[in-house]
Nanobody, 126 residues
Framework: QVQLVESGGGLVQAGGSLRLSCAASGRTFSRYAMGWFRQAPGKERDFVAA????????YYADSVKGRFTISRDNAKNLVYLQMNSLKPEDTAVYCCAGGLFPPLRVAVRSWEYDYWGQGTQVTVSS
């Protein structure tokens, strides 16, 4: 069982930056691929970024490529999402997710993940 807790959300002006963190419980964090998803009011949950268990593979949604960076620290059981050049359309609740996959694999579909955090609100003002 893995528990995930996000932090780092908040209100920021367009063009600003935020760094989200996701803290995971458990001793086998490096076996889990991690992903970030977001959901805006009235919209479906969308994939944002993913990273493999060993950190060797990353993948991004086209809408955030070049602006967001996903990373992880397996020694600290943490995964990060650095968000730069934020836009009002990035406003959403951001959730991290974890799933057991082979070391270099990432997943982009929400149903592939077994564990989810509660989410953290990111609001970007224009």
């Amino acid at each position: 069982q893995v528990q995930l807790v996000e932090s780092g959300g908040g209100l920021v002006q367009a063009g600003g930056s935020l760094r989200l963190s996701c803290a995971a419980s458990g001793r086998t964090f490096s076996r889990y691929a991690m992903g970030w998803f977001r959901q805006a009011p009235g919209k479906e949950r969308d994939f944002v970024a993913a990273i493999s268990g060993n950190g060797g593979t990353t993948y991004y949604a086209d809408s955030v490529k070049g602006r967001f960076t996903i990373s992880r620290d397996n020694a600290k059981n943490l995964v990060y999402l650095q968000m730069n050049s934020l836009k009002p359309e990035d406003t959403a609740v951001y959730c991290c997710a974890g799933g057991l996959f082979p070391p270099l694999r990432v997943a982009v579909r929400s149903w592939e993940y077994d564990y989810w955090g509660q989410g953290t609100q990111v609001t970007v003002s224009s």
